[in-house]
């Protein structure tokens, strides 16, 4: 490319740039700025033809017609290009020993029932029956009785209850901690599923040779006053999908033992499962002091 070329590119990037000095809030100038050198940095590396463009401008325009109140595809795109993780990871940077962060993911729902401790919040899901422990602490192993934790997770079938389209409540609950901190609740071993790949996201996919599984997880939200809110999820050590998650959302620390109890095994508070296997795991979080 001639240097007169570069020139004429540069200064238009420049110019736009420019356009935003006047702005008065000087975040969202910084934030424009930035926009436009990044995005132009862009166009000129891959030197986007005309018809990449109006190729893109599809893609978008079927990304948004295909979003309502139950379907963000645009959500789904920036997890699939790893943005949805970066901004957690930028929002919430690692604090001592403080338990990490990772993505909300679309199915989080306000209102979950309120589940006493040790009880179950499969709600009729189908899956193995999955014993789940732990204490929610301070960075200095200080317990914090009364945090509210929030539990979600797909069922057997690789779908959570929202996405069936009734009005079933299932695989989901809320409960807080007592007053040493500690949790207890049965829940069903968590399984891979795919995110939903039947739209423009899922064709991204296809066409790049991704695949849309997400490893095996249960989400958390662990909410207590004066420590910083965690959205999380714990995975399944030995999950083959663990290096390939489709949103890039496992961390190592999140890795957990589910350990298989042969059947018969007597259950931690001795509720009867008869010859069926169940599992159990253990996961003590730590929360980081509010900022
Ligand atoms: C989830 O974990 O529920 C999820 C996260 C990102 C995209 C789709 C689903
Ligand atoms: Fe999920």
Known sequence: MSSEQAGREQQLTDRVVASFDATADPRLKEVMGALTRHLHAFVREVRLTEAEWQQAIAFLTATGHITDERRQEFILLSD??????????VNNQAYENATEAT???????????????????????????CWVEGTVTDTRGAPIPNARIEVWEADDDGLYDVQYGDDRVAARGHFFTDAEGAYRFWAIVPTPYPIPHDGPVGRLLAATG????????????????????????????????????????????????????????????????GDHRWTRVRFDIVLAPEV
Do not use: C, N, Y
């Open 80 to 89: 699939v290009l790893g943005a949805s993780m970066q901004t957690v990871t």
């Open 103 to 129: 993505v909300v993911g679309p199915f989080f729902v306000e209102g979950s029932p309120l589940i006493p401790l040790g009880g179950d919040i499969s709600g009729g899901a189908p899956g193995e029956p």
């Open 210 to 273: 991704r695949s849309p599984m997400r490893a095996s997880h249960l989400h958390f939200l662990v909410e207590a006053a004066g420590s910083r809110t965690l959205v999380t999820h714990i995975f399944v050590r030995g999950d083959e999908l663990l290096d390939r998650d489709s949103v890039f959302g496992v961390r190592d620390s999140l890795v957990k033992d589910f350990e298989a109890q042969p059947p018969g095994t007597p259950t931690p508070d001795g509720r009867d499962l």
